[in-house]
């Protein structure tokens, strides 16, 4: 009978919007397989909350930025499900303050890497295996981009709003080369959402700081996020793709 089941793999899946998609896919009865990189305390939680909630998951570790990880990656749902129904490319990150003249090629190559190349390498293995050109029975991509491809991000990441701009246009291209495949490829654009990930760059209060400078007055949550990448990834929306969905609240 699970094997009657969709499957949903989501990298970044353990914490952030990216486990907002994992609760709501979960909900909806698909199996889930939840990425993670190093925090497997996370992960594993999320894990043991989507089963106790009837789910079907599992937590696989894993550095989108890596080749091998990504093809372990994909191969771990292979064994596990059998089958790759949706994906969503969530798994990013963002560095510290700064402008583009103190930029080092250290960060430069680890924002694209991650952001950048490990967004293609999972978007290929995902084709590989969902594409009717491939012998598979066609599915959903969700990439997750931001606001940042529109704003730019001056003074505090250009490289970070740089990398998001090629998600839009990977998002675009793909779309259209796949669109015969049974493959449909859409982004989802959030604004200022309230996750981990502003700490993680080293501004704790980012949402705190910039929410009375956003239309709403408010930063978004992940499940806002989640609800727009799971409506994309969803039937409802059969003729949809090589959209960019913005879910930025106005801004
Ligand atoms: P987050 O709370 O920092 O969570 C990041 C997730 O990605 C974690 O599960 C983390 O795993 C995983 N991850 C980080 N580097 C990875 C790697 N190299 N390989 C595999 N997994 C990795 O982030 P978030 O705010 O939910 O952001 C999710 C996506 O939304 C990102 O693409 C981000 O750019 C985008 N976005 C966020 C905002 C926002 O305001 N929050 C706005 C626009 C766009 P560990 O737990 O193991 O570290």
Redesign the pocket.
């Known amino acids: 009978m699970n094997a009657e089941k969709k499957t949903l793999l989501v990298?970044?899946?353990?914490?952030?919007?990216?486990a907002a998609i994992c609760r709501q896919a979960n909900r909806a009865g698909y199996r889930v397989a939840v990425?993670?990189?190093?925090?497997q305390g996370?992960?594993d939680a999320l894990v043991a909350e989507l089963k106790a909630a009837g789910g079907d998951a599992f937590a696989v570790k894993?550095?989108?930025?890596s080749e091998a990880d990504v093809t372990a990656l994909f191969e771990a749902v292979d064994r596990a499900f059998g089958r790759l129904d949706a994906f969503v490319n969530?798994?990013?990150?963002?560095d510290v303050k700064a402008r583009v003249d103190e930029m080092s090629v250290a960060r430069l190559e680890r924002m694209m890497r991650?952001?950048v190349v490990?967004s293609f390498l999972c978007a290929r293995e995902a084709v590989k295996r969902m594409s009717t050109r491939h012998g598979g029975k066609g599915g959903a991509i969700v990439n997750?981009?931001?606001?940042?491809a529109r704003l730019g991000s001056p003074g505090e990441y250009v490289d970070y709003a740089a990398s998001?701009g090629a998600i839009d246009t990977m998002t675009i291209g793909l779309a259209r080369e796949v669109a015969l495949e049974g493959i449909r490829v859409n982004a989802v654009s959030?604004?200022?959402?309230e996750?981990?990930?502003?700490a993680?760059g080293g501004q704790p209060d980012r949402v705190a700081r910039m929410q009375d400078m956003l239309p709403m007055k408010r930063a978004g949550t992940?499940d806002e996020v989640a609800s727009a990448v799971f409506y994309l990834l969803s039937d409802a929306a059969s003729y949809i793709t090589g959209a960019i969905l913005n879910v930025s609240g106005g801004r």
């Open positions: 990298t970044g899946g353990s914490r952030g919007i990216g990425n993670y990189v190093s925090n996370a992960a894993g550095d989108v930025g969530n798994a990013g990150i963002v991650i952001n490990g997750i981009s931001s606001a940042a998001k959030p604004g200022i959402t996750t981990e990930i502003h993680s992940a």
